[in-house]
Antibody, heavy 120, light 107 residues
Framework: QVQLVQSGAEVKKPGASVKVSCKAS????????INWVRQATGQGLEWMGWMNPNSGNTGFAQKFQGRLTMTRSTSISTAYMELSSLRSEDTAVYYC?????????????WGQGTLVTVSS | DIQMTQSPSSVSASVGDRVTITCRASQDISSWLAWYQQKPGKAPNLLIYVASILQGGVPSRFSGSGSGTDFTLTISSLQPEDFATYYCQQANSFPFTFGQGTRLEIK
């Protein structure tokens, strides 16, 4: 069965960087884009960006340009999201999600979420 | 960016009620709309894609309709497990955007 398993919670100081992993299983990793979505406590869902695991191509929401990086390791079917220059407003649960195309555009599988806390 | 506006922001209903949530896009997105259900402490779960197609395993009491800019999610007969927050998401163009969510509460 398809699974996306994320790394554990992180606590970071302002100005630091965080790297969250998302390990895929149950499907061909390079066949589906991985997107990242975050959610601050009690707030809605905010799309951050996408990565094509086959090519490594990425695209980011404007607000994250310059401090968001997405990479992957195809040998271990794992995607990574790194956010730098952290500030308190980046405190949120970060989700990876598989993006399905072929006329079925939607996020059909999600990771369990990774809480990132930014605090001095 | 395409703005997605849901209404209502919250609704109280009873088991067995019929509930409709609306989602409006700031520009034409054809049928590229998905609906998700999220329960506290959990990741969102896909309910409907391409505006009206039920995701596998989702109960048939959920249905979606609409195209262009106006969309609806209907739950025909609420069950206890349906009390959650619902989000629409436009899948037409980057950046993907979500509605602000509709919290469905027990009356």
């Amino acid at each position: 069965q398809v699974q996306l398993v994320q790394s554990g919670a992180e606590v970071k100081k302002p100005g630091a960087s965080v790297k969250v992993s998302c390990k895929a299983s149950g499907y061909i990793f390079t066949s589906y884009d991985i997107n990242w979505v975050r959610q601050a406590t009690g707030q809605g869902l905010e799309w951050m960006g996408w990565m094509n695991p086959n090519s490594g191509n990425t695209g980011f929401a404007q607000k994250f340009q310059g401090r968001l990086t997405m990479t992957r390791s195809t040998s271990i079917s794992t995607a990574y999201m790194e956010l730098s220059s952290l500030r308190s407003e980046d405190t949120a649960v970060y989700y990876c999600a598989r993006w399905r195309t072929a006329g079925r555009h939607s996020f059909d599988y999600w990771g369990q979420g990774t809480l990132v806390t930014v605090s001095s | 960016d395409i703005q997605m506006t849901q209404s209502p922001s919250s609704v109280s209903a009873s088991v067995g009620d019929r509930v409709t949530i609306t989602c409006r896009a700031s520009q034409d997105i054809s049928s590229w709309l998905a609906w998700y259900q999220q329960k506290p402490g959990k990741a969102p779960n896909l309910l409907i894609y391409v505006a009206s197609i039920l995701q596998g395993g989702v109960p048939s009491r959920f249905s979606g309709s609409g195209s262009g800019t106006d969309f609806t999610l209907t739950i025909s007969s609420l069950q206890p497990e349906d009390f959650a927050t619902y989000y629409c998401q436009q899948a037409n163009s980057f950046p993907f955007t979500f509605g602000q969510g509709t919290r469905l509460e027990i009356k």
